[in-house]
């Protein structure tokens, strides 16, 4: 049987209400009477009634996250899988729990908003969506708190990675060793982060007075292997070959090495490679792949304490932005241009 603040004042011989006090931070009270009371709380197993708490401070401690993941990957998605684990840890240290609002919620006839209203969470997370989508945008029209993670909505709090800085230090160190053909896979537009890094990328080139190809830029979609193996099976296609290709990401990069592989060339000896994102798992394995880290474990912790800071202190002033740093790995795909 659930053990009850009356249980407790009974054991402890003191009123119910002062047992309250002792469990809720109340300094009318004696530190002794407060030691007593949290410690019988812990050796009896009391655990406060979450029911009694929602009518106290008119919150569920319910944080809705709307993911919709389409590469496939699900919740084992190489980045935003690190970004959720944290990003519900963080939340859960500060006493809230995490419900996941996904596209079934429409086999129930019910929009974004309608399965958060439903849920009655106190805020929402949006990640891995797309961000056109008039649901979003209603949703962000909405009075609910709410933080994006590596995409922009407009007048709402935003946590994502320094992508412009980290995609110019990968092309600053790739020219570093030599390279002036270099060759770029990136994500999908109009995604923020792709517009980002295409920007970094090409800032860098810039600076080293380097022109960029256009027919060596091209589309693929993040997370994808199979894209960006097609993507680079055509650019080792044409009369001259790039000396070193970007990729749009780690995992998509699988798809690079796959392409390479299949021409007959050896990564980094004919031709070099760099990944994006620093996935820990890939870096174990040979040659290292050089990318770029994103503290994914640092947007997670970021967007929850964004999110649980418009909860409870809504009149407070934050960031629109937040952008996490990112950290270049020089790794062993990339080596010194043949003559340089």
Not at 41 to 58: D, V
Not at 65 to 87: D, W
Not at 249 to 263: F, R, S
């Amino acid at each position: 049987m659930a053990v009850s603040i009356k249980t407790l004042s009974e054991a402890c011989g003191v009123s119910p209400s002062t047992v309250s006090k002792a469990l809720n931070g109340y300094d009318d009270i004696s530190e002794e009477t407060r030691l007593k009371v949290q410690t019988a709380a812990e050796r009896m197993g009391y655990r406060p009634s979450a029911i009694a708490r929602a009518l106290k401070t008119g919150r569920t401690y319910n944080i809705g996250v709307v993911y919709n993941e389409k590469s496939g990957s699900g919740f084992t998605h190489s980045f935003f899988a690190p970004v959720l684990e944290s990003l519900k840890s963080e939340a859960e240290s500060h006493g809230y729990d995490i419900s996941f609002i996904t596209p079934h919620s429409k086999v129930l006839g019910m929009s974004y908003l309608a399965h958060s209203l439903y849920r009655k969470v106190d805020a929402v997370c949006v990640l891995c969506c797309d961000f056109e989508d008039q649901e979003i945008t209603q949703l962000s029209r909405s009075s609910l708190p709410l933080v994006t993670i590596d995409e922009t909505l407009q007048g709402r709090c935003c946590v994502m990675s320094q992508n412009e800085e980290g995609m110019a230090e990968l092309t600053r160190h790739i020219i570093s060793l030599g390279h002036k053909d270099i060759a770029f896979v990136h994500g999908l537009l109009p995604a923020v982060a792709t517009v980002q890094r295409l920007k970094g990328f090409k800032a860098a080139m810039a600076e080293a007075g380097i022109p960029v190809n256009p027919d060596w830029v091209r589309p693929s979609s993040y997370h994808k292997p199979n894209e960006t193996r097609q993507a680079v099976k055509e650019l080792l296609k044409g009369p001259k070959r790039p000396s070193c290709i970007c990729l749009p990401d780690d995992y998509a990069a699988l798809g690079g090495l796959e392409a390479a592989a299949a021409a007959g060339l050896r990564v980094p000896e004919d031709i070099s490679m760099a990944g994006y994102d620093g996935v820990g798992i890939l870096q174990m394995c040979r040659p290292q792949m050089t990318t770029v880290a994103q503290d994914c474990e640092g947007i997670g912790r970021l967007a929850a304490r964004s999110l649980v800071d418009q909860i409870e202190n809504p009149q407070g002033s934050r960031p629109l932005v937040t952008r996490v740093p990112a950290r270049l790995i020089k790794g062993q795909t990339v080596r010194a241009a043949t003559g340089a």
